[in-house]
């Protein structure tokens, strides 16, 4: 079986759950306590497609997605981002799409995944209203604390990258 590595990159404002997405991805694990990233945290995990074993290599990024705040540096042979967003604060996904347009010229034609998290402390009610007000549409409604989605977006990005 052929084995190669990807660089994912978790993009996203402070205290949206990126480390908790990766933290339930990697290691199946949950913690109510908040814990602020400095910098950039790295963790992998091996994701197995048909006939090819992809080494994730998952970059947390410290709070913020502008070029003022992180360095460009992070985002050097990205080959996947996931931008993540808190489905409860609508303030973490008003700038989705100057975000997104900023990733795109650091890294022109790298798939990227938009995942809403913290689908579990909304009511179908409140989900429906945040959803509605999106500005672009967003592919993953996601849990770290249930595991909801979670498999799916890696899985879905590492098929992206890998085209298949």
Avoid at 149 to 159: M, W, Y
Wanted: with cysteine.
């Amino acid at each position: 079986m052929q084995s190669i590595s990807k660089k994912v990159v978790l993009v996203g404002n402070f205290g949206v759950g990126k480390t908790s997405l990766t933290r339930r991805f990697v290691f199946q694990k949950f913690a109510d306590e908040y814990l602020t990233t400095l910098g950039v945290k790295i963790d992998k995990k091996i994701m197995n497609l048909p006939d090819l074993e992809v080494n994730l290599i998952i970059w947390d990024i410290a709070g913020e997605v502008s070029q003022t705040k992180v360095p460009k540096s992070y985002y050097l042979g990205a080959n996947g981002i996931i931008y993540v967003f808190d489905l409860t604060r609508p303030s973490t996904f008003k700038h989705i799409s100057e975000d997104l347009d900023y990733i795109k010229q650091l890294l022109p034609n790298v798939p990227y995944i938009l995942a809403g998290n913290k689908k579990d402390l909304l009511s179908e009610e409140e989900l429906k209203r945040t959803i509605s007000e999106f500005p672009i549409p967003c592919e993953y409604l996601t849990s770290a604390k249930t595991g909801e989605c979670v498999e799916e977006i890696f899985q879905d990005l590492t098929k992206k990258m890998t085209n298949r």
